[in-house]
């Protein structure tokens, strides 16, 4: 009979919108391991307005990372983890004094941020490998758009054809950063990467696409069709900002970027020929989470040797 065993990992999520940290179960004993989500704490701190708008991350958000970086590494420490990785995006990739606001976080909340490229970025949410589980009869397109960039990763036929990273986010959108060139040269990019690789079912991942998901209607094990898709984005656009927060119950912070999001898949799935997307619930957040117990049992096998 084989005995259970459960590990702990944590991650942190430091994006363009908001911080994510994740505290995960592993759970050992069957035939693969399982991972299981204990909680998912969202803050809402938006780097990307400070970064896309002003070129760096001013005082005052400093402080708030400072304070909710305090504060996820209690939790973390309470939880006793195995270990953790800390990995922020777009806005802390553009940010002039990037390297100032990492020190200060490492000094006041003993917290080591790391800031991962674009490219790495897709790599790891497709380390969720969600696509080695489903029909091999599609290739398959992650997409997860964030508030200052897209990440597109295509597999087919069981192998990773291409991972690519484009600065097109909600928050860049929100406030007119992407011009119009850079906006048609993303789709025609979509469109050559997607050539030779149909049928293509799409993969998101993301708070806005886990939104957009619910608002359809839609369950995790289901998928939502472009129809059905793109009826809720028509749906979604007619409503003000106030009435999306009002009667659709959005935070404000998901209330403003929600229809950016919606035209950026949009494009995506337009450009690519895409009829229908999945939605597993599953982010940069819980790529992390795979790779620290990859690296954990990798570390077993040699300290056993």
């Not at 990307?48 to 402080?63: N, R, S």
């Not at 959005?250 to 009829?275: C, G, T, Y």
Request: charged share 25%; net charge neutral; aromatic share 8%.
């Amino acid at each position: 009979m084989n005995t259970q065993q459960i590990l702990h990992f944590a991650s942190v999520d430091i994006g363009s919108n908001a911080i994510r940290l994740l505290l995960c179960n592993v759970y050992e004993g069957g035939s693969e391991p399982l991972f299981k989500k204990a909680e998912l704490i969202r803050f809402p701190l938006r780097l990307g307005e400070d970064a896309f708008l002003k070129g760096f991350i001013t005082e005052e958000t400093i402080k708030k990372l400072i304070l909710v970086m305090k504060a996820f590494k209690s939790l973390i420490d309470a939880y006793e983890v195995i270990s953790f990785r800390v990995c922020a995006t777009s806005a802390m990739r553009e940010a002039s004094n990037r390297k100032e606001v990492i020190e200060r976080v490492r000094l006041e909340a003993g917290i080591t941020i790391e800031v991962i490229e674009g490219r790495l970025e897709a790599e790891i949410i497709y380390s969720n490998h969600i696509a080695e589980h489903l029909d091999s009869d599609h290739s398959y397109l992650y997409i997860d758009v964030g508030g200052g960039s897209t990440e597109l990763t295509i597999f087919s036929n069981g192998r990773l054809v291409s991972s690519n990273s484009y600065n097109i986010g909600t928050i860049r959108m929100l406030h007119d950063k992407i011009s119009k060139e850079q906006w048609r040269d993303f789709k025609e990019q979509v469109r050559k990467i997607s050539e030779g690789n149909q049928p293509i079912v799409a993969i998101g991942s993301g708070g806005n696409i886990n939104k957009i998901f619910k608002l359809a209607n839609r369950k995790e094990s289901q998928f939502l069709s472009y129809i059905k898709f793109k009826e809720c984005y028509d749906y979604v656009a007619g409503f003000s900002l106030d009435q999306r927060i009002r009667d659709l119950k959005l935070n404000p912070d998901r209330a403003d970027v929600i229809v950016p999001a919606f035209r950026i898949f949009n494009a995506i799935m337009k450009s690519a020929q895409i009829e229908k997307i999945m939605v597993p619930q599953v982010g940069l957040s819980d790529g992390i989470i795979h790779l620290l117990y990859e690296d954990f049992r990798k570390a077993q096998v040699i300290n056993a040797i």
